[in-house]
């Protein structure tokens, strides 16, 4: 489960201080003061460590981190955000999707494979963006040899020589009108290497590190696919043979060891729903192996070596943030050496109605301004006033007090339900002006939510 990392500060991560930290989360999460100063403090935790010498700095473990709130308040919110700010690989688990050892499903090693994966990808991205401009020349000069093949040089030294000037002119040409666009409608022939793979299965193990073979290794070539000529138009043929430049220039050794060490020194690994494999045995049925999967997490959390197809890779130095609703359970429910893994625990708020109505403005991709955004690819201008948003926070709150109480999540039902008509009338609509005030939210949702079994279905 990739997750992407652009959008974020142009501020050095080493600059900031937990306050700044603390203030950059503020524009995406609504409140959860305790959560975010938590977070904060181990994100510069974590950069203090790297500034101490080698033997001390391998001594200091992280303070894993326990949220406890309900669903929907920004637990999974604060931890993608802080990864996004430090620039960390990050991946998201949840706790109900492992098995103990001997049970078909996901193993908890799993986790860790996932972040060095994403961490690859995150490393190729920053080394393309590095050696694009490189590619790009590159490429232009192999198009321009086959827009415009080297011609065989006359025998004598000044017939040779003028036709090398004359040739070169010729070139420049070709490359100014290439700038320019004015060579898109040509036709080029390339090979063009195919992407098939070979038809084979693999049945031993229950994941491809388990079989120990790299097929990579023994079948050199056998993977690389065919070469077949293709003709396409310049503007293709150029984004393909950049492509290919890019492969050639990038040291995919350098990305895999990169990769590790930063999944080891930097990484972030979320576990969600850990409240669902809290309890103790007793029971029968699918619940009977959560005790199990803790015992499996555990030396995870508390740092050990997991083998992946990137290598070795030590979990001693990877951040694990859990957090769980805890309805049923306890924290105290866990198991003792996993409780003791996890020292900082802070506890998030439930939501109310000031709180959804800061949400539904005040963060830099809030949902009206979303909705206002969508709308405006169709030409319609949407306008919400104060009283209509105040209107959508109650109205959300009472369902939440009246069904099952899911915080910000809400909102999006919601929302949708609003801006239903609107949504779906948009592009037939004469008047490209809506105003959502107070009246038109009462007109669209107050049925719903007066009839507490229509509420339940439909928000």
Known sequence: MPIYLPETTQTSTEALTPRQIVAELDRYVIG???????????????????????ELAEDVAPKNILMIGPTGV??????????????????????????????????????????????????????????HGKAGRNAEERLLDILLPPTRLPDSDEPAA??????????ERFREQLRAGRLDNRVVELDVREKSMPSFEIVAGSNVEEVGINLKDMLPGFLQGRSKKRTMKVPEALEYLTQDEEQKLIDMESVTRTAVERVEQAGIIFIDEIDKI?????????????????????????????????????????????????????????????QGRFPIRVELE?????????????????????????METEGITLTFTDDAVRRIADFATIVNERTENIGARRLHTVMEKLLDEVSFEGPDLLEKSVLIDEPYVNRMLAAIVKNEDLSRYIL
């Open 32 to 54: 959860q003061a305790a959560a975010k100063r938590a977070v904060a403090i181990a994100l510069r935790n974590r950069l203090r460590r790297q500034k101490l010498s080698p």
């Open 74 to 131: 920004g637990k999974t919110e604060i931890a993608r955000r802080l990864a996004r700010l430090a620039q960390s690989p990050f991946v998201k688990v949840e706790a109900s999707k492992f098995t103990e050892v001997g049970y078909v499903g996901r193993d908890v090693e799993s986790m860790v494979r996932d972040l060095v994966e994403l961490a690859v990808d995150m490393i190729r991205s920053e080394r393309l963006e590095e050696v």
């Open 162 to 171: 003028a036709s090398r000037d004359a040739q070169s002119q010729t070139r």
């Open 278 to 338: 809290a309890g103790r045995e007793g029971g029968h049925g699918p619940d009977v192996s959560r005790e199990g999967v803790q015992r499996d997490i555990l030396p995870i959390v508390e740092g050990t070596t997991v083998n992946t197809k990137h290598g070795m890779v030590r979990t001693d130095h990877i951040l694990f943030i859990a957090a769980g609703a805890f309805h049923v359970s306890k924290p105290s429910d866990l198991i003792p050496e996993l």
């Open 350 to 374: 439930a939501l109310g109605k000031e709180e959804f109505v800061r949400i539904l403005t005040e963060p830099r991709s809030a949902l009206v301004k979303q909705y206002t955004a969508l």
